[in-house]
C-alpha cells in the first residue's frame, strides 16, 4: 500500500508565501518522477511543477519565478515552496508520484488527496 499525504495549504492574503509538503509513505520501492498539480473551481486539473529523480524541474509559465519545487529523497518528501501569491492561484493543489512499490517491477502513478489554497485580494 502507498500513500501520498499533503499538507501546508491554508489562508493567505495577495503577496504571501506558503510552503507544502508531500510525503510518500508505505512499500515504496523507488519514486522516480513527482509533481504538484492544481484545479481551481470550475477548471481542469493542471500541472504547476515537476521534479525528476535526477533533478530535472519543469514548471508552468504562472508558477516560474514565484514557485520552487524540491525533493528530498531520503524522507521520500516533495514540497513546493509560492511565494508572491495571487488570488489566481487559488486552488486544490494535488501531488502526484511515479512510484515502483516494492516487490514489483511496474511503476505506477498515485495521487494525493488534495490540500486547499486560498488566496485572499
Known amino acids: 500500500q502507498v500513500e501520498l499525504v499533503e499538507s501546508g495549504g491554508g489562508l493567505v492574503q495577495a503577496g504571501g508565501s506558503l510552503r507544502l509538503s508531500c510525503a510518500a509513505s508505505?512499500?515504496?520501492?523507488?519514486?522516480?518522477?513527482m509533481g504538484w498539480y492544481r484545479q481551481a473551481p470550475g477548471a481542469q486539473r493542471e500541472l504547476v511543477a515537476t521534479?525528476?529523480?535526477?533533478?530535472?524541474?519543469i514548471y508552468a509559465k504562472s508558477a516560474r519565478g514565484r514557485f520552487t519545487i524540491s525533493r528530498d529523497n531520503a524522507k521520500n518528501t516533495m514540497y513546493l515552496q509560492m511565494n508572491s501569491l495571487k488570488p489566481e492561484d487559488t486552488a486544490v493543489y494535488y501531488c502526484?508520484?511515479?512510484?515502483?512499490?516494492?516487490?514489483?517491477?511496474?511503476?505506477?502513478?498515485?495521487w494525493g488527496q488534495g490540500t486547499q489554497v486560498t488566496v485572499s485580494s
Open positions: 502526484n508520484a511515479r512510484i515502483r512499490p516494492v516487490g514489483l517491477i511496474t511503476s505506477y502513478n498515485y
Open positions: 508505505g512499500s515504496i520501492g523507488s519514486i522516480s518522477d
Open positions: 521534479i525528476a529523480s535526477g533533478g530535472t524541474l
